[in-house]
C-alpha cells in the first residue's frame, strides 16, 4: 500500500475553528463558506433535522438566547457550542428538533465533517488534530472518536501549544533559546516552555487550564458592566433572584460582551446597540433594550483579574524550571483574547518585554498543524490509477540543514500496467530555483541529495519518464521537506502511574512510574518493581485475576489518594 504525506492540518477549537493544507511546502489557511479563516465551532438542529455548523448556526444560537427573555423561560435546546469543555464526559446534549441526544464527540465531528467540506478539490481521511496540553486520556479519546466519526481514518494529535510554536519558529528569525507559548483560547488556556537550539524545538514543561478562556472574560464583561447598566435603567430584581431567569438573562447579553471585548482590542471606546424588540420586559413590563459605550478602561477592570490566572500559571511554571522571565527570548501569543493590549501590557509587566506578535494568534496553531502533518507518513488506499508507477520514498520532513537526502526506489509489485525497461525520475523545487536532473531509479534504489531554501517548507513535484522521454503518472509525486525548525517529541502532560498500599501508613497511595513522569517525551515505557499482589496468583486458574487501573497526576501528587 503507496505511503503518502499527510497535508491537513485541523485545528478543533472551543469556540472557533480552521482547517489548513499544504500547498507548494506552504500552509494555506482554507476559507470557510462565509469566506472567514475560522468557523465557529457551534451546530444547529433545525425542525427539518437539518444540520447547521458554523456562522448560521451561531446566528442561530444568539436568536434563541434573546427569544428566551421575551417569556423568561429556556426554549429547547437545539444549538450547541463550547462542548469541547465537555469532551469525555458523558454530558449529554438534549436536541428537540432531533428528539435524541448528542455526545460531545458527535458534536465535535459535525464540526470536523464542515471544515472537510471546504476541501472541494480532494477527500479527507487523514489529519493531524490539535488538543490542548493539559486534556486528559480520557478527553484524547473522545476526540479520536469524533475524528473517526467524521471519516478522518487517520488521526494523530498534536498538543496546540506546540503546533503554534512550528508556524512561529518557521517564520521567526530566531532559532534558539527558550520560548514561552501562551495559548489562550476560547474555552481552554495552555502555556508551553520550549527549549530551542539551533532550530531544533524540545518541550520542556507545561502547564495549564481546561477551564479558562475566551468564555470566562465575555461572561465578566456580562456581570459587570452590561447588567449593572441594565439594572440602572430597567427594574430587575425578580429576574436576578431567579438562578434561571438570571442566565437567560446573562446567555443573551454575552453575545454583546463579546462584540465589545472584541472591538476594545483595537479601539478605546464602542457603542452597544441592541436591535428593536431584541429582547423581553423587565419587572415591570417596559422593554430591555441596551444603548450604551463601555470603554477600554473598564474592560480593562473586569478582565484583569481573569488574564492574571493565566499569567500566574506562567509565572509558576516558569518558577518550577529554575527560570525568570528575563530567561525568555521570546514570548508567543496564541488566541483570539490575546490581541487584547490590556494582556500585552501585563505579559510586557509581569513576564518578558519580549512578546512577539508576528504570528496571526487566531491561525497560528492550524497552521502549525499543517506543517506538522507534512512530515507524517499516510496510507492511501486506491489512489494507483492504470499507467501509475509506484515509488517508495524515505526522507526526514524537518531539517536544519540546507541539503537533505531522498531515498528512492520504484516498487514494482505495485505498479500498474507496464513497466518501461528503463525509468527516471526528476526532482524539481516548487520555485523552480533548482532540480535534479533525471535519474534513472529501479527496485534497488538510489539517493537524491535535495537543496533546500532556508527558513521555507520546501516542496518538491516527482516527474517520471521513459527512455524515450514521454511522461508517465507516478506516486507520490510530491516531497515536502521544511527547513529551518525541527520538533522534538511532545512530552507527558501528567505523571501517569498506579495506586498501591502502604503497609506503614496503612492507606492506599498514588505513585508515579519511573520513565512515565510529567514532561517526559513520548513514547515513553514505565516500570516499577518491587510491588506484591494482595493475593496469590495461580498461572492457568482464570478465576485469578486483578485489574490494575492506571492514573492521571499532576506533578505533586505523589503519595495522595488516586480518587
Known sequence: MAQVKMKYGIDLGTTNSAICKMENGDPCIRKTDFLKDTLPSCVSFTKKKVVKVGDSAYNDLRQDK?????????????????????????TPYESSNMDCSFSSEELSSEVLKALKSFISDDT?????????????????????????????????????????????????AQKGGMW???????????????????????VKDTEGDNYLGGKNLDYAVVDEIIVPYIQENY????????????????????????????????????????????????????????????????????????????INICKDLLQRNNLQGSDLDSLILVGGPTYSPVLREMLKEQI??????????????????????????????????????????????SSVETMEFVSIKLLPNECSGTIPSKLFVEFTRNDNGWSSGKLEINEIGDV??????????????????????????????????????????A??????????????????????????????????????????????????????NMVIPIYQGESNTEGTSAI
Open 235 to 310: 427594574v430587575i430584581d425578580e429576574i436576578l433572584s431567579d438562578d434561571m431567569k438570571k442566565q437567560i438573562l446573562r446567555d443573551a447579553m454575552k453575545f454583546y460582551a463579546e462584540q465589545a471585548k472584541n472591538q476594545l482590542s483595537f479601539k478605546s471606546q464602542c457603542d452597544i446597540t441592541s436591535q428593536l424588540d431584541e429582547f423581553g420586559e423587565d419587572d415591570e413590563g417596559a422593554e430591555v433594550e441596551l444603548d450604551m459605550v463601555v470603554t477600554q478602561q473598564q474592560i480593562k477592570e473586569v478582565v484583569t483579574p481573569i488574564f492574571q490566572k493565566a
Open 491 to 544: 512530552v507527558l502532560p501528567y505523571n501517569i502511574g498506579i495506586e498501591v498500599h502502604d503497609r506503614s501508613q496503612n492507606r492506599d497511595a498514588f505513585i508515579p512510574l519511573k520513565g512515565l513522569e510529567k514532561n517526559q517525551p513520548i513514547p515513553a515505557i514505565g516500570v516499577r518493581n518491587g510491588l506484591k499482589t494482595p493475593k496469590q496468583l495461580r498461572p492457568g486458574v482464570t478465576t485469578d
Open 124 to 172: 479527507i481521511n487523514a489529519a493531524i488534530i490539535t488538543i490542548p496540553a493539559k486534556f486528559k486520556a480520557d478527553q484524547i479519546a473522545a476526540t479520536k472518536r469524533a475524528a473517526t466519526l467524521a471519516g478522518i481514518e487517520h488521526c494523530e494529535l498534536l498538543q496546540e501549544p506546540i503546533a503554534a510554536s512550528m508556524a512561529y519558529g518557521l517564520s521567526s
Open 180 to 202: 514561552l507559548v501562551f495559548d489562550f483560547g476560547g474555552g481552554t488556556f495552555d502555556a508551553a516552555l520550549l527549549k530551542v537550539e539551533d532550530g531544533i524545538m524540545q
Open 66 to 90: 434573546s427569544k428566551a427573555t421575551k417569556k423568561w423561560s429556556k426554549l429547547n435546546e437545539n444549538v450547541f457550542i463550547e462542548f469541547k469543555r465537555t469532551m469525555g464526559l458523558n
Open 448 to 489: 537524491v541529495e535535495c537543496q533546500l531554501m532556508e527558513g521555507k517548507a520546501n516542496a518538491f513535484a516527482l516527474t517520471a519518464y521513459d527512455e524515450k522521454g514521454s511522461l508517465i503518472p507516478c506516486f507520490p509525486n510530491e516531497v515536502n521537506i521544511m527547513q529551518g525548525i525541527v520538533v522534538g517529541n
Open 352 to 397: 518578558t518585554p519580549n512578546v512577539d506578535t508576528s504570528v496571526d494568534p487566531m491561525t497560528a496553531v492550524a497552521k502549525g498543524a499543517a506543517l506538522y502533518a507534512s512530515g507524517i507518513d499516510s496510507e492511501v488506499k486506491d489512489e494507483i490509477k492504470a499507467g501509475t508507477i509506484a515509488l517508495e520514498l524515505s526522507y526526514e520532513s
